[in-house]
């Protein structure tokens, strides 16, 4: 369990959490199919999948991110599936609390962190550049029914300088 500065703590998201999840995505996604109790619940039954709830002492759920482990044992990635911080609560590090999370289980996982964003989306855009993810291309009207494009963002593996590559 990791204990931020602020008193937030990050764990797993649980099904208790479902219904404070859903009146934030109701919230932050009004125009672009907010997700369902029902879609909680599948993407926390999967087997791939990983999902955090940030915590604050004094309101509770303040936040929640997931990501999916994928690929074959030879071939793998991920795909942040979602990342999401109470209003009230942003600028204040809990986004990159969730986001250090997530790419912990990455980086564990291996290979490259895939994800779509909004175009028009700069503060998520912001925080990805920050972790070194690069646009590789966009998706138009991915998301409905508003229409907005989106961008697939991506941050490669990171390669192993020659010198630290193990020579046989
Ligand atoms: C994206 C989001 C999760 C960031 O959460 P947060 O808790 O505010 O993030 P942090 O406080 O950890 O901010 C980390 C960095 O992200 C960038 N950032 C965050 N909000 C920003 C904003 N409004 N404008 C510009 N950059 C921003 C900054 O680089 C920031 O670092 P700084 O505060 O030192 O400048 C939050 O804005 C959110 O929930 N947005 C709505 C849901 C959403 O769009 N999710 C992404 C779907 S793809």
Partial sequence: MIVPAAGVRIDPLTSDDIPDCVVLERLLFAGDSPWTDAAFAGEL?????????????????????????????????????????????????????????????????????????????????????RYRFDVLGVRKRYYQPSGADAYTMCRPVEPVPLDERSVS
Avoid: K, M, Q, W
């Avoid at 290979?111 to 028009?120: I, Q, S």
């Fill in 45 to 129: 039954a999967g087997r791939d999948t990983r999902y955090f709830a940030a915590r604050a002492p004094d309101a509770g759920l303040v936040g929640y991110a997931g990501i999916a482990l994928l690929g074959s044992a030879d071939a793998r990635e991920s795909e942040i599936r979602t990342i999401a911080v109470d209003p009230r609560r942003r600028r204040a590090g809990i986004g990159t609390r969730l986001f250090d999370t997530l790419l912990a289980e990455a980086d564990r996982h291996g290979g490259p962190v895939f994800l779509e964003v909004r175009t028009d989306n700069e503060p998520a855009i912001a925080l990805y550049r």
